[in-house]
């Protein structure tokens, strides 16, 4: 019987992984990683297991998705288990359906393994709430790399509402400037969230406006800190580091 799984890697530290995964990972023939999985949960994986790295990172994509997808297939007409290793949870940023819908389309039914979503994990691991009472009553989660469509979903101030905004460091700069002219107060806590849950971890805490007043350079050094999350909010405690 020919398996195939869509698996999340989780947010980074390896202790967030699941116990299905690691079972998972203990008897696969394949396995096709993205390129923020953490390497050590490669040792999950038996001696003689196929590793293929497909990760895509900004402008630095070693396979396009269509070649992925082939891989895919590939691998499931010739081996018994492939897993799909994914960061975070297959289905949230992580074009884990147009996947699916590849070995579908090929005869596979693929099952998922969902992981820990580092959009919950990373600001929970700096101690900040996504939904505190006190504050807000929802949160809401976002890309930020393309601005066109960030400002359509995006457009008014929702009060008592946290922004969770992932793979938008490129675009702080704009992003801050846009929040302030749609009516975000100036004195709002925004958080750069560095490599969540991992020893690498750091966060930068401001006020809006003091981001959007940084100097050009404060931006280019920001890319830096990648993988990281913008997080936006009244939740935010300043006083923490």
């Known amino acids: 019987m020919i398996e195939v799984y ?17 079972k998972l990972l203990e008897r696969a023939d394949v396995v096709l990683y993205d390129a923020l999985v953490n390497p050590e949960i490669l ?17 630095k994509h070693l396979k396009k998705q269509e070649e992925i997808n082939l891989l895919l297939i590939h691998y499931a007409q010739t081996h018994k288990c ?13 074009r884990g359906y147009e996947e699916v819908r590849a ?21 929970e691991s700096f101690m900040i709430p996504l939904v505190d009472r006190k504050y807000n009553d929802a949160y809401r989660t976002i890309t930020g790399h393309h601005m066109e469509v960030f400002k359509k979903i995006v457009c008014c101030y929702t009060p008592r509402e946290n922004l969770v905004i992932m793979m938008g460091v490129h675009n702080l700069a704009s992003i801050s400037h846009y929040l302030l002219t749609i009516g975000f107060p100036p004195t709002m806590p925004i958080a750069i969230l560095s490599k969540g849950t991992t020893i ?16 050009p350079q404060f931006f280019e050094e920001i890319r830096a800190l990648t993988p990281a ?13």
């Not at 070995?103 to 600001?123: D, Q």
Request: net charge negative.
């Open 82 to 94: 492939v897993v799909r290793l994914k960061g975070g949870t297959p289905f949230v940023f992580g």
């Open 103 to 123: 070995l579908r389309e090929a005869g596979f039914t693929p099952v998922i393994y969902s992981g820990v979503s580092s959009t919950t994990a990373v600001p």
């Open 229 to 241: 999350i913008i997080f936006v909010g009244e939740s935010i405690e300043m006083n923490l580091s």
């Open 43 to 59: 040792d999950f994986c038996k001696e003689n297991v196929i590793l293929e790295n497909v990760g895509k990172r900004k402008d």
């Open 200 to 215: 690498e971890a750091q966060s930068i805490r401001a006020t809006l406006e003091a981001i959007a007043n940084k100097e």
């Open 6 to 22: 869509l698996l999340g890697a989780g947010p980074g530290d390896v202790e967030l992984l699941t116990l299905k995964a690691v």
